[in-house]
Each structure stands twice: as structure tokens, then as C-alpha cells.
């Protein structure tokens, strides 16, 4: 599991991402005490640190620098001040990227995605998969058992998305804002075409009865398998699943941005 | 001074200094004082006036010129008494003193106003980057609780930022040094950006946006031209005519290169929409701080600070913005599309920006 380290004054903004991030499968620790935070970053060894530049005590830029000096973790530098001075200061100061506030957390999570990819600490290639299902994005192709298919990219984002929601119904506006954010501004009747081409796709290969419409509301994925059980133990299919088939159960990261 | 004004003003005097002259000549006549003798005390006199006005004349000619130039040409005249020397006639001192005394009063309250706006300004920047630490934790309290609730919270958030941002755009606009920085930009990573950015309220209102040879560099501030582009969009959203069998609300991106000449070449960026359009008679106006017109009274709630940021930003940045509009009556008329169009222009010339 990866380790993100947070380093932010305002408390609810800590809670909530602490939330946030444990929620993506990260392992999250936090201090409070700004003036001892390079020592309890460096014991602490994380994969990444959050920082935020307006901190009681000492100046973020300071921190930084330190951190950057006696370690090589990667830092994601957030701040409310977006001017042009800022975003230079903290580049030269060695951070490896630059949020400034509100962000949503979709971009976040894709930020300290790449960040980690970047430092090389994740495997570079990343993996989704849902009930036997896999997908990679960086080759746009699905496998299920020993067929595997090529998808196109729209296709691809939409299961990506899909699988990130498993189980839980994705509205048709949602889908089409994902897509929207990866740069593919489809309307709403290029969608309808690219699940039904995306759900016959599956077929091919032999994967049915998986992705659903619920009328009115939008698009959901969910194996019969699942759909029989699901008031019971869906927790242990997870558990079955992830024992047998995939080597990444489930997702690793959340992507808002485009995954290539 | 031009002689004849002084001779004017003198006039009293000239007048004074003939009749001294007749009657000396008259009494000199009278008590038979020689001709040749009287004619040498007239000119005599006549001599020293002339020298002692003519002298009087430059002295006060030398001031008031360029007393004159220094207000004419000086577009700072509360600086006027830096370029001027005190003169050595009593009038010309008592002006440069008066002067002296109100510019220097006018300077210090210029600059007292001044410090008062800088603070207040710089206060409002403070608070814009403060407001979004509480508005970054609900986003991310919201994202960790979806729900039909937090969605329309979600919303809320959105017009809550946008107005935040508008004021930070505000206040950058009002001050006098430059703080931006021109960039060579992909114009296609921009504009996609700023859609993005308001890709949820486009999808709902399912107004398409499209793109055309947006794949051309451009000279801006990649921030600032975000901002404008923003504005744009979210008019185009406010005013778009609604989803229908017969009309998809559209918003088309285009930009082309047009070269004509070394000296004048620019890139050309068109934001055109099919909306409700702008009633000619408001067209020209749009670009006036709190001008909001029919639309703006009657469509949407509008402050009438949008466009006129745009056009501020826009020309610091050495931009050229216009806009043409067609409401759907005069559409029809002229049987053509309705809908509102924002051109900016890019000079592509480097030189453009080095003054």
C-alpha cells in the first residue's frame, strides 16, 4: 500500500482527505505539529507527501526545500495563491507537482497517481478488473479468460469508468463528463452508441449480462454472480476475486485525467 | 506668449506712457525748449520704455512659454512645477508658488487614495486566497459524501468559485504594474481547458462545444486567457436557447492564422454560439462595466462585470476583442444564424509585447 503523508493546517480539509485517500487505498499519517514536520515526514518514510504552503510555524516553502534536500520523496505542493512566482518557487524547491485550491478530488487522486508513476514506485502498468473482467488501459485491450478484445478509446474510458463505480449506477451525465475530461467531448447519442458497441464488444468475448441500464438514470456493471448475492456478501466476492484472479483487485487508482 | 497678447494686456500702459510723452513734449514746447533738443528727450524716452518693456516682455515670455508647454505636452500636469524654474517677477513667483502648493497637494492625496486602493486591493487578494481553503474542504466533504444532497451543493460550490474568481480578475484589473506574463501557449489546451472546467453545467443544458484548427500557438497568459474564455462559455450557457427537436445549442471554436504581412500577421480565435443573440441596439455596449441590457435584465441575473473584464484583461494583454450578435427576430429577417460570436485577436509579432 502506498504511503501519502499530509502536511495541511486547516483541519477539516486533513479529515476529509484523510477520508479521501484511505477510501482509495492509500495508508495516510498526519501531523499536527508544523514544527517538528521534516523530522516526522523523513521517520515516517512515505511514497508521497501533500503539502500545503500556508502552515502555521514555518513557511511551506522552507519544508520543502528540506525534505527535498535529505530525501527523494515525491511532494505535491498545494496552495490557495496561483500566481506564476508561487508555482516557479515550489518548482525550483523540488516539488514534483503543483494543486492549487479548491480541486476536486478526482484531480487530485489523478495527480498523486502520476506522481507516484513518475517516481517509479508504482507499477507502470495499471490494472482495472471486475469480476473476471481486466482491463488495460494503456493497451486499450479487455481479457476475460483467455479472450481478450481490443477497445476503442471512448470505449475504454467508459468501462474504466465503470469498473472505478463497480456495482454502483454511473449517470449517462457523469459518463459523458469523464469523457469530456479525457478530451472526448461526445453528446449524448454518441454515448448510447459507444456502450452498445462497448456492450457488444464484451459479448464477443464472452462476458454478458454485465453491463446494465437502469432507464433514466445511467449505466452500472454487475455480474449475475454478484447480482445473486448482493444483499448478502459482497465484501466476500471482492475477497474471492481478488484471492484468484486479478493481481490488482479491483482499482489502484482513480484517474480524472487521461490515463496516457 | 505671443507679443501681441502682452502688447494687449499692456495696453494701459503704452496708453499711460504716450500721454506722459505728449505732455513733456507739450511743456518742453511750451517753455521753448529747442526742436532738435525736444525730439532727443522724446526718443530718449521713448528708448528706455521700449527697453524696459522689452526686457519685461522676455523675462515673463520665457516663464509662461514654458509654463505652457509643460501643461500641453505633459499629460502628468500635476507634475507641472518639476519642469519649471522659478522666475524672478514677482507675479510669475506667486503663480509657481500657488502651483507648487496645489500640485503638491494634489499629489499627496493622489497618493494617499492610492495606498487606500493598493491596501484595499491587496486586502481582497488575501481574502480570495483565504475563502478557498473553506471552499477546497467542502469539495473534497462533498466528494466524500455523494449524494442527490450534495450534489445540488456541488452546484452551488460552482457559482460560489466562478464569482470568487471574477473578483480575483477584478481586482487584478485595477492595478497599474503588469502581472502577467506573456507565454507562447497551445491555443487548443486553453480553450479545451476552460470547457472542461464547465463541462458539468454544458452537458446539462446539452449545449455541444467543437473545435476547429484550434492547433496554433499563440502569444497570452495562459491564466488570464482561461479566465476570458471562461466568461465567454458561461455567457454562451446563460444564453443559450434550450435543447429542442430542431435546435442542438452549440458553441463553435474556431481559429485560423491571418497573414497579411510580416508586421500584422495574427492568429484569429473565434467563440461563436447559436444562442438567444444580443439585440443590436445593446451589441455595442456589452463591453461596458454594469451595462446589462435586455438579456441581462431579463434572461439571466447578470452584474454586467463579465465582459468588461474580458475587454480589461484583454487589452493589458494587447489583445483585440469584439463581438457580433443576431437575436433569433433579426436572424429571421436576414434569414442568417442567431447566436453570438466573440472574436479575440492574437498578434503574433514577439516586438508586439516588448514596449
Known amino acids: 500500500m502506498q504511503k501519502v503523508f499530509i502536511v495541511e ?79 516557479l518557487m515550489s518548482m525550483n524547491l523540488g516539488a514534483d507537482d503543483f494543486i492549487t485550491k479548491p480541486y476536486s478530488p478526482q484531480i487530485l487522486l489523478a495527480r498523486i497517481a502520476s506522481v507516484l508513476r513518475r517516481s517509479d514506485k508504482v507499477a507502470s502498468t495499471l490494472l482495472f478488473s471486475y469480476e473476471g473482467l481486466e482491463l488495460d488501459p494503456a493497451k486499450s485491450q479487455v481479457t476475460y479468460g483467455e479472450q481478450s478484445a481490443e477497445l476503442t478509446k471512448n470505449e475504454m474510458r467508459i468501462l474504466q469508468v465503470l469498473m472505478q463505480h463497480a456495482e454502483n449506477i454511473v449517470s449517462r451525465e457523469e459518463m459523458q463528463n ?83 | 506668449m505671443k507679443l501681441r497678447d502682452y502688447m ?29 533738443i525736444l525730439f532727443a528727450a522724446a526718443a530718449a524716452l521713448l528708448l528706455l520704455f ?102 445540488l451543493l456541488s452546484h452551488e460550490l460552482d457559482r460560489i468559485e466562478a464569482h470568487v474568481e471574477q473578483a480575483l480578475y477584478y481586482a487584478r484589473s485595477t492595478t497599474v504594474e503588469k502581472d502577467y506574463s506573456i507565454k507562447l501557449v497551445d491555443l487548443d489546451l486553453v480553450v479545451k481547458g ?41 455567457n454562451s450557457i446563460k444564453y443559450h436557447l434550450p435543447l429542442s427537436e430542431e435546435h442542438t445549442p452549440e458553441i463553435r471554436f474556431s481559429a485560423q492564422t491571418s497573414d497579411s504581412g510580416f508586421e500584422s500577421s495574427k492568429v484569429v480565435l473565434h467563440m461563436a454560439d447559436n444562442g438567444i443573440g444580443i439585440p443590436s441596439t445593446d451589441v455595442a455596449r456589452v463591453f461596458e462595466k454594469g451595462f446589462t441590457g435586455v438579456n441581462g435584465r431579463s434572461f439571466a441575473k447578470s452584474t454586467g462585470i463579465g465582459l468588461y473584464l474580458c475587454k480589461t484583461l484583454s487589452e493589458k494583454m494587447k489583445l483585440k476583442m469584439s463581438i457580433e450578435s443576431q437575436t433569433v427576430e433579426e436572424a429571421k429577417e436576414g434569414s442568417t444564424q442567431h447566436g453570438t460570436t466573440v472574436t479575440i485577436e492574437f498578434p503574433l509579432n514577439k516586438m508586439f509585447f516588448l514596449d
Open chain 1, 178 to 260: 469523464e469523457l469530456w475530461q479525457s478530451d472526448q467531448f461526445i453528446d449524448d447519442n454518441t454515448l448510447t452508441v459507444n456502450v452498445n458497441r462497448l456492450r457488444s464488444t464484451l459479448a464477443r468475448i464472452g462476458v454478458k449480462d454485465y453491463l446494465h441500464t437502469k432507464r433514466g438514470l445511467g449505466y452500472y456493471i454487475k455480474s449475475a454472480q454478484a447480482d445473486e448475492s448482493a444483499d448478502g456478501d459482497l465484501v466476500g466476492i471482492k475477497d474471492r476475486l481478488s484471492e484468484n484472479l486479478a493481481p490488482n483487485p479491483n482499482c489502484h487508482s482513480r484517474e480524472g485525467g487521461n490515463p496516457l
Open chain 1, 9 to 87: 493546517d486547516d483541519k477539516q480539509i486533513r479529515d476529509e482527505l484523510v477520508i479521501l485517500l484511505s477510501r482509495n487505498k492509500y495508508e495516510v499519517i498526519t501531523s499536527t505539529d508544523f514544527r517538528t514536520v521534516v523530522e516526522d515526514v523523513l521517520v515516517a518514510v512515505p511514497d508521497i507527501v501533500l503539502l500545503d504552503l500556508n502552515l502555521p510555524y514555518v513557511d511551506g516553502h522552507v519544508i520543502c526545500r528540506e525534505l527535498r534536500d535529505r530525501s527523494d520523496v515525491g511532494i505535491i505542493v498545494v496552495t490557495s495563491r496561483n500566481s506564476d512566482l508561487d508555482e
Open chain 2, 8 to 36: 494687449r494686456s499692456k495696453a494701459m500702459a503704452i496708453f499711460l506712457f504716450l500721454l506722459a510723452e505728449g505732455i513733456v513734449a507739450l511743456l518742453l514746447w511750451v517753455a521753448g525748449v529747442d526742436t532738435g
Open chain 2, 194 to 234: 476552460a470547457v472542461k472546467k464547465q463541462s458539468r453545467m454544458l452537458i446539462e443544458n446539452g449545449i455541444m462545444p467543437h473545435f476547429d484548427g484550434l492547433d496554433i500557438k499563440v502569444y497570452t497568459d495562459p491564466k488570464w486567457l482561461d479566465f476570458i474564455i471562461g466568461q465567454i462559455i458561461s
Open chain 2, 50 to 151: 521700449l527697453v524696459a518693456t522689452t526686457w519685461d516682455y522676455l523675462v515673463r515670455r520665457r516663464f509662461y512659454s514654458s509654463l505652457k508647454t509643460a501643461i500641453d505636452i505633459g499629460k502628468d500636469s500635476y507634475y507641472v512645477t518639476e519642469h519649471l524654474e522659478r522666475p524672478i517677477f514677482v507675479e510669475g513667483q506667486l503663480t509657481y508658488d500657488a502651483l507648487a502648493r496645489a500640485t503638491k497637494d494634489m499629489n499627496d492625496r493622489i497618493a494617499k487614495y492610492r495606498a487606500a486602493s493598493d491596501e484595499y486591493r491587496v486586502y481582497v487578494e488575501t481574502w480570495i486566497h483565504e475563502v478557498k481553503t473553506p471552499i477546497a474542504a467542502s469539495r473534497l466533504t462533498i466528494g466524500n459524501n455523494e449524494s442527490d444532497i450534495t450534489k
